[in-house]
């Protein structure tokens, strides 16, 4: 992984290519490359490490004028970022490929080729593909679409493939599986790309393959087979001016200008869903409420921001509509025995909705007991919103800071939403819903109120500019938002910093508390607060210093706490929400601090389409 675009065109491609690359650095990356045919049919290759910008001063340096091309961004799993192991990788300068995902039995196959005289340049898994294309090509006499055919029958893991040969100049070959890949269509171009946005400038019709598909791409046509290698359609996707919608806007980084989108996001998400008798079943799928009526337990599944999520609305789901829910890691939950209980509803989370791990719990769950699987997502053309049984799309639009935010609090949103429909069949009353729905639909505005805070949280901010490590506490449902607050911080400033429920501090955290030690308190006036209270003054004992997020009638403002944040009163069942911003806004403000790559943070990616 991280970024694959490939072309087929008439015309002049290179710049198409590294565009492309452009429009997919937000999903982070540690090197990049291309591959494109010069005017006498030759495969000319240019690679570097770094920004995508190195690898346009290399091409500026020895240009070429090519229509037919591949190009990829990659975030090092195999092998450290180097040129040598930059993407695309070759076969004896005939097979040239680009690939997200892992092949987990590529050394096995790697002893295979060796055999056979095949000499590796790389450390990647990658390298075996063109290897393997190449060797099934030889042995055949036989096309790329052919040889790739067969080449990925011997690959065991995920893959999204894009090939070219210098044997057939003008067409790509692609396949996939585990890793998304789309084929977007233009005039006299057709092309593909592992995300729809690298093609926002080119194409406006949309083919997703699906799971073990190929493609043959060629200027003027396009052509897919199946898993069982059947010649099939696949639908056209229309969609129109995603450019427009992956601009800064005027502001310093795309995660200040997501932060800042979250009340108008989250008015447009409630809007034609919360009517005037409250959230409808049918927005999360026509036999929605045939199946809600039948859930007795709640099943999530998930990982990082939209883990936490699913941990809010564990509370809600329990205490709302009386519902056991469990939530659990993705990871973790794909290897091992699970029992299902009746009329489980199943239920995974992810921005992007290609979310490796979580894809892999989403397919193991089919046929294994669960009533329906929904999903929870926030891109309509995602793998897991094509596969669900049941959809709610999250209507943030396009998030490109790696550090996840508008997303984040768009979940919560479906997540309440769907835990009022449950409750519905669960004893919640009418006039319980009717006040829930009530603070909804007062939800933008009570953000916009807590975005004018800023300038104190910058002040807050500079308190850590010189910190290594940070503790998060939180209570009841305000302890997954501590753990959010906590992995903003940590991603995009690189603070050490863990959130912990606070009655926990004295089982062993408390050891780490002292006056170089932060520690941040999310502390909303509710039935916990006077337990939170007694939390913070072993804190205050042991000389940490205290920053509380919370209302000034519970705290009056005590001299000990280092600095406070006043939150306006809300109600309880919105203030995870609430809450949640001023924790990104404190990670955003250190992160410009610390002087970090805030959109794009080392070492991460933002779509984790590998295991």
């Known amino acids: 992984?991280?970024?694959?675009?490939?072309?087929?065109?008439?015309?002049?491609?290179?710049?198409?290519?590294?565009?492309?690359?452009?429009?997919?650095?937000?999903?982070?990356?540690?090197?990049?490359?291309?591959?494109?045919?010069?005017?006498?049919?030759?495969?000319?290759?240019?690679?570097?490490?770094?920004?995508?910008?190195?690898?346009?001063?290399?091409?500026?340096?020895?240009?070429?004028?090519?229509?037919?091309?591949?190009?990829?961004?990659?975030?090092?799993?195999?092998?450290?970022p180097t040129r040598e192991n930059a993407h695309p990788h070759h076969s004896n300068k005939e097979i040239y490929v680009i690939h997200n995902g892992i092949i987990e039995n590529h050394q096995e196959i790697k002893t295979t080729l060796k055999a056979l005289g095949y000499v590796f340049e790389s450390e990647t898994d990658t390298e075996v593909i063109a290897h393997l294309i190449h060797a099934k090509m030889s042995d055949n006499n036989a096309s790329l679409v052919d040889s790739l055919r067969a080449a990925v029958k011997d690959l065991r893991g995920a893959y999204a493939i894009g090939a070219v040969s210098s044997k057939e100049p003008g067409l790509l070959a692609a396949a996939r599986k585990g890793s998304p890949l789309v084929v977007g269509q233009g005039q006299g171009e057709n092309f593909i790309a592992s995300d729809q946005l690298a093609l926002a400038d080119f194409a406006e019709n949309f083919i997703f393959l699906e799971e073990g598909d190929l493609a043959e791409i060629t200027p003027n046509h396009t052509k897919f087979w199946n898993i069982d290698d059947e010649q099939v359609d696949r639908p056209v996707v229309v969609a129109k001016s995603l450019g427009e919608t992956i601009d800064k806007g005027g502001f310093r980084h795309f995660m200040l200008k997501e932060i800042k989108e979250q009340p108008d996001k989250i008015k447009g998400l409630l809007e034609g869903q919360l009517t005037e008798s409250g959230v409808q079943e049918e927005i999360f799928g026509p036999e929605a409420p045939e199946i809600f009526k039948k859930v007795e337990n709640v099943q999530i599944v998930a990982c990082g921001t939209s883990y936490h999520a699913g941990t809010v609305a564990k509370y809600w789901l329990e205490g709302l509509a009386g519902l056991p829910c469990s939530v659990e890691v993705a990871s973790e939950f794909r290897y091992r025995n699970k029992v299902v209980a009746p009329n489980t509803l199943f239920v995974t989370i992810s921005q992007s909705g290609e979310t490796a791990d979580t894809l892999a719990c989403l397919s193991a769950a089919e046929g294994a007991g669960y009533l329906a699987r929904l999903g929870i997502c926030n891109v309509p053309s995602s793998s897991l919103a094509r596969e669900s049984d049941l959809v709610f799309l999250t209507k943030a639009g396009p998030e490109i800071g790696v550090a996840s935010t508008k997303a984040f609090t768009t979940q919560l949103v479906g997540l309440l939403m769907l835990t009022l429909i449950l409750g519905r069949h669960h004893g919640l009353s009418s006039a319980a819903e009717s006040k829930i729905n009530n603070s909804l639909r007062a939800l933008p505005d009570s953000l916009d109120s807590v975005m004018k805070l800023e300038n104190e949280i910058i002040e807050m901010a500079q308190d850590f500019d010189q910190k290594e490590h940070a503790l998060f506490l939180?209570?009841?449902?305000?302890?997954?938002?501590?753990?959010?607050?906590?992995?903003?911080?940590?991603?995009?400033?690189?603070?050490?910093?863990?959130?912990?429920?606070?009655?926990?501090?004295?089982?062993?955290p408390l050891a780490l508390v002292d006056s170089e030690?932060?520690?941040?308190?999310?502390?909303?006036?509710?039935?916990?607060?006077?337990?939170?209270?007694?939390?913070?003054?072993?804190?205050?004992?042991?000389?940490?210093?205290?920053?509380?997020?919370?209302?000034?009638?519970?705290?009056?403002?005590?001299?000990?706490?280092?600095?406070?944040?006043?939150?306006?009163?809300?109600?309880?069942?919105?203030?995870?929400?609430?809450?949640?911003?001023?924790?990104?806004?404190?990670?955003?403000?250190?992160?410009?601090l610390k002087g970090t790559d805030i959109d794009q943070p080392r070492n991460l990616a933002k779509s984790v389409t590998v295991e």
């Not at 205050?540 to 009163?569: C, Q």
Request: aromatic letters at 6%; charged letters at 20%; glycine letters at 8%.
């Open 1 to 80: 992984m991280c970024g694959i675009i490939g072309v087929a065109s008439n015309r002049p491609s290179v710049d198409k290519l590294v565009i492309g690359l452009l429009r997919q650095e937000y999903r982070g990356y540690d090197s990049a490359g291309l591959a494109i045919f010069d005017e006498s049919e030759e495969i000319q290759v240019y690679k570097s490490t770094g920004k995508v910008a190195e690898l346009q001063s290399s091409i500026d340096q020895n240009p070429v004028n090519g229509n037919t091309g591949i190009a990829h961004t990659r975030w090092a799993t195999h092998g450290l």
């Open 474 to 508: 939180g209570r009841g449902i305000h302890y997954p938002v501590a753990m959010e607050g906590a992995l903003k911080l940590k991603e995009i400033s690189y603070i050490h910093a863990e959130a912990y429920p606070a009655g926990e501090l004295k089982h062993g």
């Open 517 to 592: 030690m932060p520690v941040v308190a999310v502390a909303p006036n509710d039935d916990l607060l006077e337990k939170l209270q007694s939390n913070l003054e072993e804190v205050r004992a042991r000389g940490g210093k205290l920053y509380v997020f919370g209302h000034s009638k519970a705290h009056n403002k005590d001299s000990t706490i280092a600095r406070f944040i006043e939150l306006p009163e809300i109600p309880e069942l919105i203030a995870p929400l609430i809450y949640s911003i001023p924790l990104q806004l404190l990670a955003y403000h250190v992160a410009i």
